[in-house]
């Protein structure tokens, strides 16, 4: 990686995008899923070896307390994560929406995130009119092959359905959120390729992210099928986080670039925020370990009952502006570009 590209990649995001970094709250409602992914610590294929604790919901009143909580401390941007809550898509339908009505209720100022599988497009227009502002479904890997050894069953197997899904949210109105998984595919350029390629066939991305695959940890006693990605098929060092950011903020430039803390969050925050503009700020995996009636404290992030592996930052901000570098300014609105798409 060449030091050209990510100045380049600086210069962009400061043009289109100034100094702010947007942090926004990620919260998993139900930590469950229907889809047997080879990789995902919530996989049913988990499950059904009886490797992952499956929790189920959050209470209701949990949840409209903690969006409360996070208002109260600043935070304007939600992002709602959901697996395949359920096979059928109407019922899927149902089951986030009802946590979608129940965030915009309790915090109606608030820029909505929806995280989830493919939708019927009546569904997306559902979504729409109860308050979501952006959905955000990941494609992972584009490879035919590797996706469908990747998707053994479920809702997500569906590549085709997945391929058509950023068109049926635009057209709902909503904004676009789409990423790879980085580390599920051995060739990471190759996959960027196709990815840029698509993007352009389907209007392209208001928002893209920039998941990780890492080493999921298991209950102890427990083990997972043949097959099952324990450990990404390619290890993501920080340095190839970067030159990976550098690369979609080229490919990218009027897109929200959302980085995350599955990566060393001194790194992410200190370095990559120079070319991404969003990160994650507090993190809510569900793990039970999360006390219910108050915020957990600065690296509280890993559970084996849910096997999330998210570094927490908590919901104080100054140490992450702390650990920023200069001109880069955490801010917990969301902002938008300082250009015009357009």
């Excluded at 947007?22 to 990789?39: E, K, R």
């Excluded at 209720?105 to 952006?134: F, Q, W």
């Excluded at 790194?267 to 991404?276: L, P």
């Excluded at 404290?297 to 570098?325: K, L, R, W």
Aim: hydrophobic share 40%; with cysteine; charged share 20%.
């Amino acid at each position: 990686m060449t030091s050209s590209i990510i100045e380049q990649a600086r210069q962009i995001r400061t043009k289109n995008f100034g100094d702010a970094l947007c942090l926004h709250s990620v919260i998993y409602p139900i930590d469950f899923c229907t889809s047997g992914c080879t990789y995902c610590g919530l996989s049913t294929l988990l499950a059904k070896e009886g490797a992952h604790g499956v929790r189920g919901g959050m209470r209701p009143e949990t949840f409209d307390w903690l969006i409360r909580e996070l208002a109260d401390t600043g935070y304007q941007v939600h992002e709602l994560v959901f697996g395949t809550v359920a096979e059928n898509q109407d019922l899927l339908t149902k089951r986030v929406v009802r946590w979608v009505e129940r965030a915009r209720a309790a915090h109606p100022e608030s820029y909505l995130i929806v995280n989830c599988d493919t939708l019927h497009p009546d569904g997306y227009r559902r979504l729409k009119e109860v308050g979501a502002d952006a959905v955000w479904t990941f494609m992972e890997v584009m490879s035919p092959d590797i996706y469908a050894q990747k998707h053994r069953s479920g809702l997500k197997a569906d590549q085709a359905q997945r391929l058509e899904a950023p068109q049926r949210i635009r057209d709902a109105g909503m904004a676009v959120g789409n990423a790879l998984l980085w580390g599920l595919a051995p060739d990471w350029k190759a996959e960027f390729e196709q990815f840029v390629a698509w993007s352009k066939e389907v209007g392209g991305f208001d928002f893209v992210a920039t998941p990780v695959q890492q080493t999921i940890t298991l209950p102890a006693g427990s083990s997972a099928p043949e097959g099952f990605d324990i450990d990404p098929p390619l290890t993501v060092s920080l340095e190839m986080y970067l030159e990976i950011c550098a690369n979609l903020r080229l490919a990218f430039p009027d897109a929200h670039l959302v980085a995350n803390t599955r990566l060393d969050p001194g790194f992410v925050y200190g370095k990559v925020s120079e070319i991404t503009d969003m990160c994650n700020g507090y993190v809510w995996t569900g793990a039970r370990s999360h006390p219910a009636r108050e915020l957990v404290e600065i690296g509280h992030v890993q559970s084996d009952t849910t096997q999330m592996n998210f570094y927490n930052p908590g919901a104080e901000t100054a140490g992450i502006q702390q650990t920023c570098p200069p001109g880069v300014t955490v801010d917990l609105r969301f902002g938008g570009r300082n250009n015009p798409v357009g």
